[in-house]
């Protein structure tokens, strides 16, 4: 048939597949997690605990799996998170206190650390196509798993009506059909993360110039899930007392993921914005203003244009990361992108801690200028670091251009 190769199920479309599902399982399972605790009678610390476990064990174990995967594979770090974490969520189902779900919820995050670094290694390997191509299948993936994170919780809501149980049993349904989709993207395919022609005449930092603006991505991506970790425990509190319903303190959150799919969506198509420092000033600017504008927010319109930027800025920071991840030498990449999901994961751990004593000791709305400030530290440093070791010896500017997805 005609036309039947634009609808096909490439290996990088199963990606995409992969990335979306896990990530709306792990949704529905965050949110499942704070109401069984609830259900099962826990102290707003147990709960804190709860949200925090998991990041913290995610971060370490991303230290060790992304190297791990680049020796033994990544389908074999892939496929068995994904049958750990069905079990694990199902032993879920199975505990009658608190502190029972507390002892599964670090094992969850550990094995869902086997996941991700794998994959986004593994995506630039089966990616033909050079430097444009990856800048694009970076972008689909990304918004791949950005919209599975938002509708992960509603569903997991509908999913509570069916009984507490209900959340755990479709997202440990969903990881298992994923384990069997991995089964069936190849290792690599011929050509994928190699460079073609197009590539060898683009201007491009040398290794150590590109290796620190690696580095100085981030440090900018762990301001961004910093401010989303805080976000997550200081809002809801802040739109109770404000008199907000559940819904709506759920809609505004989301604003936030809405705001970082759209820039993934803007960036996915375009190239031009790798190797320069002022897209990484500039989002951690956005942030910083969004923090601002929601530490004196009152009506939810304003909550939401806030919580916007910060997503906005977040989209360019992780892409940045995740791109400088992945770009260049092959050598190491699952190493690469493990650090980059280490430094995320910290973000997202101690922006709730923080957040939560900052809210303690000053005011509810205190958290959001406490982040603003440390946005502003953020983008100094980033600024001082590449004024002194890599001003001057980046690439010229190049022109966006317009690629498409595979």
């Known amino acids: 048939m005609n036309g039947s190769s634009d609808v096909r ?9 992969a990335a979306f599902g896990f990530d709306l399982a792990l949704a529905m399972i965050g949110l499942a997690v704070q109401f069984l605790g609830r259900e099962l009678g826990a102290t707003p610390m147990v709960l ?3 949200g925090m476990a998991s990041p913290a064990t995610y971060t370490i174990g991303c230290l060790f799996t992304g190297r791990l995967s680049d020796r033994v594979g990544r389908r074999v770090l892939a496929t068995a998170s994904c049958l750990i974490c069905a079990a694990a969520w199902l032993a879920m189902t199975q ?11 670090p094992i969850s995050g550990a094995t869902i650390s086997l996941y991700w670094p794998p994959l986004q290694a593994w995506l630039s390997e089966i990616t033909v196509g050079g430097h444009r191509r990856l800048i694009a299948n970076i972008g689909s993936f990304n918004v791949s798993w950005t919209v599975g994170l938002m509708i992960g919780p509603p569903v997991a809501g509908l999913a509570w009506g069916m009984g507490p149980a209900g959340p755990f ?7 298992l059909g994923l384990a069997i989709l991995l089964q069936t993207i190849p290792d690599e395919v011929e050509g994928g993360g190699r460079e073609i022609p197009e590539d060898r005449n683009r201007t491009r930092p040398n290794p150590r110039i590109a290796q620190r603006y690696l580095h100085l991505a981030w440090i900018a991506n762990f301001a961004s899930w910093f401010g989303r970790g805080m976000n997550l ?4 509190n802040l739109g109770a007392q404000a008199g907000m319903s559940e819904r709506l303190i759920g809609i505004l959150i989301a604003t936030y993921l809405a705001g970082q799919l759209m820039m993934f969506v803007f960036l996915r198509g375009r190239s031009g914005w790798q190797f320069r420092v002022w897209p990484l000033l500039a989002a951690l600017g956005s942030g910083c203003a969004g923090w601002i504008i929601a530490f004196s927010a009152q009506a939810p319109l304003t909550f939401a244009v806030a919580f916007a930027l910060g997503g906005m800025g977040a989209g360019v920071t992780y892409a940045s990361s995740l791109f400088y991840s992945l770009e260049g030498r092959s050598g190491g990449r699952g190493a690469r992108t493990g650090i980059h999901e280490a430094v995320l994961g910290s973000g997202v751990f101690l922006g709730p801690l923080a957040g939560g ?3 303690d000791y000053i005011s509810p709305q205190a958290p959001y200028i406490f982040t603003a400030a440390l946005f502003l530290c953020v983008a100094g440093v980033v600024f001082l670091f ?13 022109p966006p251009v317009e690629v498409s997805c595979e």
């Open 357 to 359: 004593a900052v809210a």
């Open 169 to 175: 049993v479709i997202s440990a349904a969903a990881v």
């Open 9 to 17: 199920l490439t290996p990088v479309r199963r990606l995409f597949i």
């Open 95 to 105: 505990t009658n206190t608190p502190l029972q779900l507390l002892a599964i919820v």
């Open 386 to 398: 590449w004024r002194s070791r890599v001003r001057g010896q980046s690439t010229r500017d190049q």
């Open 48 to 50: 804190g605990l709860l």
């Open 233 to 236: 425990v200081v809002f809801p």
